[in-house]
């Protein structure tokens, strides 16, 4: 068993809570604000591992501090990655262990695999167009998705970055998560879809990440290790 920090306690934070005390795992902190930072950082640095699904205001914040502390740190949240370069600085400065992604999700990460697989198909066939459509809850922060931002870059990787995949993105009241990718001809489509019935796969996926990470420290982009942490 290992002690778990948990970073940011919205929905997700909650969800992981929940399953870290099915699986009678210890959880040494809960932190969702300043405040929190300042009265529970002394149970903070007990933490093996910590947790971080906040937002993208305060995520980079939430890192420093893992880094800082050498506490390996695994990151769901989203929509900071136009500050890769100086986490990334800052991490192997620090020597931390970190593992981040858009989508912690099995079942995503072979979504990903196979649009692959179906854009390296498609690129050849000039009758179709292609775009990408995702919906999530009304108070996720960042439009559009990281995921989605992740499959436009797998497709448009396979196109040579000939082409630029438009993202709609809509914005329900309570939907953990749907990505479409589809591909148009005049006479006939062909769709992808990934739907996320709620959040417990994420939530599942980042505490896998979280205990592989115990075992192999280093940085590490969830997409590239998502299939052999299972199980």
Aim: hydrophobic letters at 40%; one cysteine or more.
């Amino acid at each position: 068993m290992a002690k778990f920090a948990i970073l940011g306690y919205g929905k997700m934070g909650k969800e992981v809570e929940k399953i870290l005390l099915a699986q009678q795992q210890e959880i040494v902190a809960k932190i969702d604000n300043e405040d929190d930072w300042q009265l529970q950082w002394g149970n903070f640095l007990a933490a093996d591992v910590a947790i971080e699904f906040s937002m993208p205001t305060v995520a980079v914040d939430n890192f420093k501090k893992c880094f800082d502390a050498g506490i390996p740190l695994v990151a769901g949240t989203t929509g900071w990655y136009e500050r890769m370069d100086e986490v990334m600085d800052y991490c192997k400065q620090k020597s931390a262990s970190f593992i981040y992604g858009s989508n912690f999700s099995i079942g995503v990460n072979i979504f990903f695999e196979i649009n692959k697989l179906l854009a390296d198909l498609m690129r050849k066939q000039k009758d179709f167009d292609v775009k990408i459509e995702e919906t999530h809850h009304i108070t996720k922060k960042d439009a559009p998705s990281g995921t989605a931002i992740h499959l436009a870059k797998i497709i448009e990787t396979q196109y040579n970055n000939q082409l630029e995949v438009p993202i709609t993105s809509y914005r329900l009241t309570d939907v953990p998560g749907i990505h479409k990718v589809t591909y148009q001809a005049e006479n006939e489509v062909i769709e992808l879809t990934h739907t996320a019935k709620n959040r417990v796969e994420l939530a599942k996926g980042a505490i896998k990440a979280a205990l592989w990470l115990l075992q192999h420290p280093g940085i590490y982009d969830f997409k590239e290790i998502a299939l052999k942490v299972e199980n």
